[in-house]
């Protein structure tokens, strides 16, 4: 503190000090600056001395300082002020400051000690290290948040230094001031309302410190607040107040604390920085550092507990931001002693390994910390460290028990690493880390699990028995015995037992069939498999599975009635006039398989020499290629071999003896024999009379209504014989024209797969145009038929002379989902909303719509389904998941909206699935005079009487005139009674016939067609003619015998 002492004065006091002497101390009080001569007391009476005897006894004041601050009065014996007295030069910082001196007598030797207090006078003004101050704020701040300012700087102490801040009159901040007590006070600037540098980018304040004395003095800080942008989260510290306790004695790097602040932004914004706060004329840079990314505070320089005890510390943390923001933080450091001994941890009792079931408070082991240290210093405490299913327990001071915590798992953690750390109390604490090893031991509470929910296994049949099908696994994570898994099955699959079907090896998994299976008596089973483990007690799970027989090419084609396999010869007639393109005969065969192996094609072996015969590979007609000549045989040997498209293909074959006849009167085949109505006029006949004369009156008043028609030119007049399309009809049916045909097909609305195939032609020419109809309602595009399907390879040696031999290439492309499916008109996809309208008194099944698609792939991929999507909370519509026809759930209500806007969904069967919508909004109106469709309105022809109405007059003429000319016939043949021939000409009608075949009459046509009693597929086909000439036209309907044995068909061309 800048006191020194001479060696003459330390001399002297030695000298006292030998000699005998007596002591007292007596104290004093005198104020700072305070005049020359001031007394400050009577040394006199406090020495218990005369003033007289202060002279003689050789009174002398010593004191340690380089001034001399008072002397005695001989004269008086008092205590006078010598020198100017100044308490911030002599005790700087300091609460109470003293001087002390010696009054030493002679004569007997007295040493008395004075202590003289200096009382502090206000006698300075407060200052500001800085006249000014920035601080920026950004305008997002809250309101509330505080804002640490500047401390104003007083020499003096106690109550005269800075008490109190006050701010100037302002909107924006008021001032919290926080007493130090006998310290200075601090203040923090407190924002009222928030900001906003749009309306005022710089704030201008001024902080007025104020101390304590009488009369206050005073001191002025201009504060300017920049109002900052964008970055608006504050860094907030993990605690108001840090406090800290280092050794006086340890090194420069040592770690006092690390600062946890966080910031919720992100990036630059959300990365802080941490700074030290110089407060006054105290800096920490000068004793302490700290890293500016961590937040760590460690020793610079020395500590010394006897210059400074402890240490307040400001800190702030500081974001990285555009317009950085920050958060103020207080740590108090305190200096201590040392602490040298940390505590030691030990082990004992460890249980190990521990079952996974153990129950919560289980004890692992016993741990015991033990300290050298002694008092606050050798008082520890113990805990764990990181995240364990595990606690410690205290039993007995220093005793724990490390207990089980919370539920352990094998399976997801095998052992635990637990780290113990114990700490004593000293200053700063010591500590040590201790690891232990828990094996957890394996319990049976995992089930096996498999990795598919559903495994299918695909297997062909006649497969041999024994053969392993398929390898199941299931996976337990349990271990050693738990983890051991047995196979069983599980109930039986419909239709079959299982355990005759197929057995499963216990150990492996192996699934081995018992039977061959047979794709055509059963094409799927169903069974489940069940996985146990070996565990106490056992767990299992259950899989099911799925076998697929899958389709081997086993079965031949079998040939249809009339014809026979080989081993029999059939025989046919042919005239010798007839042309090429004559039909012969039709081979009809079916095949048990499924598939391309059930797909046929037909082959014909003609005589070596005779190229007279060719056959439809596919249709199985025979038909005669050239006309006769005169050097061709009579009787015609042929052979028709039958294969089906299976690996291998297997075949059959008909014979058939062609013979030639001179004229159509000699052919006798099973079809031309008719057996004759030998009854007078029955009830057939009375019933064709009346359906000839209805014909005539309804054709009648179809003259009269085209008529009228045309002359008022009404709406609704549909021509036959307008450009091709498909209409569709109320009943749900649908047609297709083209020229001047018309072909109608009707479906039921739950048809799953329909198949009409329409040929123009006696059978599809080469490049011919095929349309087909596949199943859900849709038909696929035209397209042009390959001109063959098939090649051939030819294999030459290399001999003398060289061999070769053929082989025939099938070559059949495979169908991939790459096509989406296409929505046909009136309705269009999305992207444009259609609409319909039903009206209100619709009851429950209205029929409001029908979707229809194409898909040009076929098979699955073809195979489309229909579903609809409503606005949520309207239940109001239906849709056919295969006919697309969208109907109503149920009547009307109130509450239903006038507008319904409906998504409709199309999604074919192929994998991946593909799909299109359509939108339509269905309009309700209060009645069905107000129903506009695009079904309702037909285009009108506009032009005057054209070519179609002559043919339609013509037509009705020639229909009327056939219509005469047949009653007259009929008349004349029940007059004549003859035997002849049943009559071409009578009126159309079905004429059964005792072998099972049935023939179709209508006036100058002869239809014919044949059905077995066992007839697996029906085929019906309608011949215009003794054979089908060129330009003929070939109707084949499949499936379904749906023709009754006698009845009269309708009077229109359609089938």
């Known amino acids: 503190m800048g006191i020194g002492r001479n060696s003459g004065l330390l001399c002297w006091l030695f000298v006292l000090f030998l000699s005998d002497w007596s002591a007292a101390q007596t104290s004093y009080t005198v104020s700072e600056e305070v005049d020359k001569g001031t007394v400050v007391g009577n040394l006199a009476k406090d020495l218990n001395v005369n003033f007289r005897e202060l002279q003689t006894r050789n009174l002398n004041i010593v004191s340690g300082y380089s001034k001399k601050y008072f002397e ?34 002679s004569n007997p030797m007295v040493l008395h000690r004075i202590e003289v207090v200096i009382v502090d006078l206000n006698d300075n003004t407060p200052t500001f290290v800085e006249k000014s101050y920035s601080l920026n704020i950004s305008e997002s701040s809250p309101t509330g948040e505080r804002f640490l300012l500047p401390l104003a700087l007083d020499a003096d102490t106690g109550g005269n230094s800075v008490k109190s801040y006050r701010l100037n009159q302002n909107e924006y901040f008021s001032l919290d001031v926080q007493s130090g007590g006998e310290h200075s006070a601090s203040a923090e600037l407190v924002l009222l309302k928030a900001l906003d540098r749009e309306k005022q980018a710089v704030i201008k304040l001024t902080l007025t410190a104020i101390d304590g004395g009488k009369p206050p003095k005073t001191g002025i800080l201009y504060i300017h607040v920049n109002v900052l942008d964008v970055n608006d989260n504050t860094p907030s510290f993990s605690k108001t107040l840090y406090k800290a306790r280092v050794n006086e004695n340890a090194q420069a790097g040592s770690l006092v604390i690390q600062l946890s602040a966080t910031d919720l932004d992100e990036g630059d914004n959300g990365r802080l920085g941490y700074y030290f706060v110089k407060r006054g004329n105290f ?44 958060a103020s933080g207080k740590l108090l450091v305190e200096v201590v002693d040392v602490n040298d001994n940390a505590p030691e941890i030990v082990v004992t009792s460890l249980m190990n390994p521990v079952r996974e079931d153990a129950a919560i408070g289980s004890v692992v082991a016993l741990v015991t910390v033990t300290d050298q240290d002694g008092g606050k210093n050798g008082q520890t405490n113990c805990r764990l460290i990181g995240s364990a299913p595990f606690k410690l327990t205290s039993n007995y001071k220093n005793y724990y028990s490390l207990v089980v915590d919370g539920a352990l798992d094998r399976e997801g953690c095998s052992f635990y690493n637990v780290t113990i750390k114990a700490a004593d109390e000293g200053t700063p604490p010591l500590s040590s880390i201790s690891v232990i090893t828990v094996q957890v031991s394996d319990v049976n509470d995992n089930a096996p699990g498999f990795i598919e929910p559903v495994i299918n296994i695909y297997i062909k049949e006649n497969s041999p028995v024994g053969v392993c099908i398929y390898k199941i696994t299931a996976v337990d994570p349990d271990v050693n015995e738990n983890a051991r898994v047995t196979y069983s099955l599980d109930g039986d699959s419909k239709g079959i037992p299982i355990t005759s079907a197929v057995n499963i090896n216990s150990e492996t998994g192996d699934i081995v069939s018992l039977q061959s299976f047979n794709y055509e008596e059963l094409k799927t089973f169903q069974f489940k498999v069940q996985a146990t483990d070996s565990g106490v007690p056992p767990l299992s799970s259950n899989v099911t599975v799925n076998v697929l027989i899958l389709d081997e090419n086993d079965n031949s084609p079998t040939v249809l009635a009339p014809y026979s396999e080989h081993g029999s010869v059939n025989s046919e007639s042919i005239p010798y006039s007839a042309e090429a393109g004559y039909f012969v005969a039709k081979i009809r065969a079916v095949d048990a398989d499924s598939g391309y192996n059930a797909l046929l094609s037909y082959h014909l072996s003609e005589p070596k020499g005779n190229n007279l015969f060719r056959i439809g590979s596919s249709s199985g007609e025979i038909r005669t290629k050239r006309r006769m000549s005169d050097n061709d045989l009579k009787t015609h040997p042929l052979l028709v071999l039958l294969s089906d498209n299976g690996e291998p293909s297997l075949s059959a074959t008909v014979s058939i003896d062609v013979v030639v006849v001179e004229s159509t009167a000699d052919i006798q085949t099973q079809f031309r024999h008719v057996p004759i109505q030998e009854e007078s006029f029955s009830d057939l006949n009375l019933y064709l009379l009346i359906s000839i004369v209805s014909v005539s009156v309804i054709f009648l008043l179809s003259l009269i209504s085209l008529i009228a028609v045309k002359c008022h030119r009404t709406d609704g007049s549909f021509s036959r014989y307008s450009a091709p399309m498909i209409t569709t009809h109320p009943d749900g049916s649908w047609s297709y024209s083209k020229s001047t045909q018309q072909y109608d097909v009707c479906f039921s609305s739950d048809t799953m797969k329909s198949d ?11 490049d011919g145009e095929l349309i087909s109809i596949n199943g859900g309602d849709t038909f696929t595009r035209t397209q042009t038929l390959p001109n063959n399907d098939q090649f051939k390879v030819q294999a030459t040696d290399s001999g003398v002379p060289p061999l070769s031999s053929n082989v025939t290439v099938n070559v059949l492309i495979l169908d991939e989902n790459d096509n989406s499916p296409t929505v046909l008109a009136p309705y269009s996809e999305h992207g444009s909303v259609n609409s319909e309208s039903i009206p209100y008194s619709a009851e429950a099944g209205y029929f409001v719509a029908k979707i229809r698609a194409v898909d040009a792939d076929s098979g699955y991929n073809a195979l489309l389904s229909y579903h609809l999507s409503e606005p949520k909370g309207n239940n109001l519509f239906r849709i056919g998941t295969s006919s697309g026809e969208i109907r109503t759930k149920r009547r009307m209500s109130d509450n239903d909206l006038k507008t319904h806007p409906l998504l409709v969904l199309l999604s074919d069967n192929g994998e991946p699935s593909l799909s299109a919508t359509v939108s339509i909004d269905v309009v309700v109106v209060e009645s069905t005079a107000d129903i506009q469709t695009q079904f309702r309105h037909v285009p009108i022809q506009e032009e005057s009487f054209s070519d179609l109405n002559l043919y339609l007059l013509i037509s009705i003429v020639s229909v009327s005139v056939i219509f005469l000319l047949s009653l007259i016939s009929l008349i004349a043949v029940k007059c004549h009674r003859t035997d002849g021939s049943f009559s071409r000409y009578s009126a159309p009608m079905i004429t059964t016939h005792p072998d099972g075949s049935w023939s179709y009459s209508k006036s100058t046509q002869q239809y014919d067609v044949c059905f077995s009693s066992d007839t697996m597929k029906s085929d019906v086909v309608v011949f215009p003619g003794p054979f089908p000439p060129v330009d003929g036209e070939l109707i084949s309907i499949n499936g379904g015998d749906t023709f009754t044995r006698t009845q009269t068909l309708p009077n229109n061309d359609q089938v």
């Open 756 to 766: 009409v195939v329409v040929f123009p032609g006696p059978f599809p020419p080469v």
């Open 283 to 326: 800096n920490p840079a000068d004793m302490f550092n700290i890293n500016a990314q961590s937040g760590e505070i460690t020793v610079k320089d020395m500590l010394d507990f006897e210059a400074q005890s402890a240490y307040e510390i400001h800190v702030q943390a500081k974001d990285q931001g555009f317009l950085p923001r920050s």
């Open 72 to 105: 005695a009065n001989f004269k008086t014996g008092d205590l006078i002020v010598n020198a100017r007295i100044d308490r911030e030069e002599l005790c700087p910082n300091t609460m109470k400051c003293t001087l002390n001196l010696e009054a030493i007598l």
